[in-house]
Nanobody, 123 residues
């Protein structure tokens, strides 16, 4: 059974950094495409950063130059390094995985989801 467990969220001041982790079990991460999504209160879930089998990446414009997605296949873990955080980055962050949908932005295209980790950025 595929399971994704996020960690690393927290409260930081604007300009600070956090690194989110997503530990995967039940499958080999190298065979899946993955992504980080976020959802703020009252807003729809949106894609933040995506990565495919070959470590090609894609970012939403609002985080380019600040966030970095990466994965360690040996540890079966996905990461999101977030620097220069802004209050508008405040949201619940989720990791997602799918065996076919690579570098797709629509959340409903991903089969497996974690439970989320909260990120709060204060000004």
């Amino acid at each position: 059974q595929v399971q994704l467990v996020e960690s690393g969220g927290g409260s930081v001041q604007a300009g600070g950094s956090l690194r989110l982790s997503c530990a995967a079990s039940g499958y080999r991460m190298s065979g899946f495409c993955m992504g980080w999504f976020r959802q703020a209160p009252g807003k729809e879930r949106e894609g933040v950063a995506l990565i495919d089998y070959y470590d090609s990446t894609s970012y939403v414009d609002s985080v380019k130059g600040r966030f970095t997605i990466s994965k360690d296949n040996a540890k079966n873990t996905l990461y999101l390094q977030m620097n220069s955080l802004k209050p508008e980055d405040t949201a619940m962050y989720y990791c997602a995985a799918d065996i076919q949908r690579c570098l797709w932005w629509a959340p409903n295209q991903y089969t497996f989801w974690g439970q989320g980790t909260q990120v709060t950025v204060s000004s």
